[in-house]
């Protein structure tokens, strides 16, 4: 899906950030890379998903916690601190 696409959906400027993260999952591997990292630990899943265009903290650390099984983790918004 292109990134004009995207926008004519409603997804705005986040249209951007969902292109270039799924361009980069796919050189890394696609659904096999997301999968890997599953075994890392908590840190470096945070690492990994953060190096994805437009995901923070926040975002990794709800993937992380809700499809990684990352319970260490308590995703909590930047205005919070």
């Known amino acids: 899906m292109t990134e004009a ?19 980069l999952i796919k050189e890394k591997g696609g659904s096999e890379w997301l999968t890997s990292l599953r075994k890392l630990p908590l840190e470096e899943v945070r690492t990994e998903l953060i190096a994805l265009k437009g995901v923070g903290r926040k975002v990794a650390d709800c993937v992380a916690l809700f499809s990684m099984d990352k319970e260490g983790t308590i995703p909590v918004d930047t205005h919070v601190f």
Request: charged share 25%; hydrophobic share 35%; aromatic share 16%.
């Open 5 to 23: 696409k995207l926008r004519s959906l409603g997804y705005g400027y986040r249209a951007n950030y969902i292109v270039e993260a799924v361009k």
